[in-house]
Structures are given as C-alpha cells and as structure tokens.
C-alpha cells in the first residue's frame, strides 16, 4: 500500500499553524502586560492637540492601542489638551470590530496608584462605530476642585473587564 505523502505534509502545515499561534498568543500577553505597565506609570508628557482635535506636537507615548485591541479600535488622542478648567474636553473611539469591546471605563489614574472612574459604559458588545465621551476637567483632580485638577494626569481607557485599551495624558490649565 502506497503512502501519501501529501497528507503527511498536510498534517505537518496544520501542527506548525497551530504552533505559531500559539506562540503568537503568548507573545501577545506578553505584550500586552508590558503595554499595561507602561499605562501605570507617572504622566510625564502629553499631546497637545487644538480646540478641533488637530494634532499639533505628539508625544508617541499617548494613546497607543493596546496589543489585544490593535485593528478592533481607534482613539483620537484627548482635545482639546491643553485644557482650561473652564472648557469641555473629549475624547473619541471608534470600534472597527465586530464584538470587539466589552464594556468601556475611562478613568484618571493618580501617581499612588488609585483610580477615580469618569466613564462607564455596560453596552456589551460595544456597537461598531463613534463614540465621543465629554470630560468635565475639574473632575480629573481628586477633590474636583480647580486647585486639585490643574496639573498633567494619566487618563486609562478600559473594557469593563479592566484590560487597558489606550492611555493619554492631559494637562489642565
């Protein structure tokens, strides 16, 4: 009875496939947990964009997609930044994948590691398309005063599971 050799090599492409996937997967845990350290350390910079959302210098650390969300969602870095106290600020995202998101929590991070939550949303899935979150500034200080909220603070945008999505900073005037 004669082999074929084509089935052999047909199981050999499926095994390595899968390999592959799985090695991928891990490095994308990988890559995602070095993604959320980075999202947990101390504002330093920020994008400054105009009253419109136009992009005037950008600081490559802000509002990167996370490795788990890449190609499923897009953020439009916060605007206007810098902010007055006065003024309105927002940020947008568009989910450009089907069941993509699980929730949405936008939150402030403080340097001590505590979190005070700005945003929910429970859809879950999150429908395809835009979503524009208006953002009181004063409510980025701890004590919602004008004293407290002036400063550089970290933004966390999250799934209702808590996996961080993107991260900006935002300076209040």
């Not at 009875?1 to 845990?29: A, D, E």
């Not at 835009?130 to 999250?158: M, Y």
Request: hydrophobic residues 40%; contains cysteine.
């Amino acid at each position: 009875m004669k082999r074929n050799p084509f089935g052999w090599h047909l199981l050999n492409i499926i095994l390595w496939f899968n390999l592959m996937l799985l090695y991928t997967g891990c490095q994308n845990s990988g890559d995602q947990q070095l993604f959320e350290s980075e999202a947990l350390r101390t504002a330093q910079n920020f994008t400054e964009t105009a009253q419109n959302g136009e992009i005037v210098s950008e600081d490559s650390d802000d509002w990167r997609i996370a490795p788990f969300f890449g190609g499923l969602v897009e953020v439009r870095p916060a605007y206007p930044n810098p902010v007055q106290t006065t003024d309105q600020l927002f940020v947008e995202i568009r989910v450009t994948g089907i069941d993509a998101v699980y929730g949405l929590d936008l939150m402030v991070y403080y340097p001590d590691g505590s979190v005070k939550v700005l945003y929910e949303d429970f859809q879950s899935p999150l429908p395809t398309g835009l979503s524009v979150i208006p953002l009181n500034p004063l409510l980025l200080g701890r004590f919602n005063t004008v004293e407290s909220a002036r400063g550089l603070h970290r933004i966390l945008l999250t799934d209702a599971s808590g996996t961080i999505i993107t991260y900006g900073d935002v300076q209040v005037l």
